[in-house]
């Protein structure tokens, strides 16, 4: 098996994981679930708000398991050049979080609104460490393409 489907399976099975948090345990402090969001908890005091902070959980997760199955369909069915180029989209994708996630995480960090303190931070070494991963397994998967 390549480089490039085994960090595709992790990746898959990583986000699986946290599919499975958000619908059964989206209170959790684990993966994408919202433990960590001190609002998390008091939307549970007003209904209203609750029932759309439940939907947006549901939505996200279920937006997550599409990318799933399109993972696996790539990594049974793909072409090595579509590999190269799923892994590269995922790169791109996975760096929006910079751009409007982390800033707004960093806020809510700051403010007191996130437990633990210092979360934002963890969060964005470990987003930056999956584009390293994918990053190093595209350049090694086409290191070993042109050399064979």
């Keep these: ?3 490039l489907s085994v960090v595709l399976i992790a990746f898959g099975t990583l986000e699986l994981l946290n599919v499975l948090t958000l619908y059964l345990a989206p209170g959790s402090r684990r993966g994408n679930a919202l433990g960590v969001f001190r609002a998390y908890e008091r939307s549970k005091r007003d209904p209203e708000v609750h029932a759309l902070v439940s939907y947006l959980i549901d939505w996200v997760a279920g937006t997550k398991l599409i990318f799933i199955v399109l ?3 790539i990594i049974i069915t793909g072409s090595p050049a579509t590999k ?3 892994a590269i989209a995922l790169i791109f994708s996975i760096l929006t979080f910079y751009s409007r ?3 707004a995480i960093t806020a809510m960090d700051a403010a007191g609104q996130i437990v633990p303190r210092g979360y934002s931070r963890t969060l964005a070494l470990m987003i ?3 584009v390293v991963v994918f990053a190093v397994a595209v350049v090694v998967y086409l290191v070993g393409y042109a050399a064979s």
């Design 1 to 3: 098996m390549d480089v």
């Design 128 to 130: 930056a460490s999956f």
């Design 101 to 103: 996630l982390y800033p």
């Design 84 to 86: 190269v180029f799923s």
């Design 71 to 73: 993972l696996i369909g």
